[in-house]
């Protein structure tokens, strides 16, 4: 069965920093495509960035790009978001998901939810 299990999300002032962590299991990790994807109060979803480690590529959205980091520990099956200079339209609940190789996603985490407000 897969599983992903997000965490890290909290209150945060504008111009700070949270790191999202997500961990998988049930599936071969280090050979699978990644995203994180959220959704803001009341809005519909957004896909944030990817990652296909084992190509070593990524991928951001205009809205994150220089400001988020994706990363994956594939010893730990762990998916990172690391998130700096943050904005109030950051916030959001974040989830982590996982690609079915065509390109779609198939399984999805809880999410957390990140606040950034002063």
């Known amino acids: 069965e897969v599983q ?3 965490s890290g999300g909290g209150l945060v ?5 949270l790191r999202l962590s997500c961990v998988a ?3 071969t990790f280090s050979s699978s495509g990644m995203s994180w994807v ?8 957004e896909w944030v960035s990817s990652i296909y480690s084992h190509i070593s590529n990524s991928y951001y959205a205009d809205s ?3 400001r988020f980091t994706i990363s994956t520990d594939n010893a730990k099956s762990t998916l990172f978001l ?11 609940v ?25």
């Open 94 to 118: 974040y989830y982590c998901a996982k690609e079915n190789g065509y390109g779609a996603l198939d399984a999805w985490g809880q999410g957390t939810l990140v606040t950034v407000s002063s």
């Open 13 to 17: 002032q504008p111009g700070g920093s």
């Open 38 to 45: 959220r959704q803001a109060p009341g809005k519909g979803l």
């Open 25 to 27: 299991s049930g599936f």
């Open 82 to 92: 690391q998130m700096n200079s943050l904005k109030s339209e950051d916030t959001a």
């Open 64 to 66: 994150v790009k220089d």
């Open 4 to 6: 992903l299990v997000e």
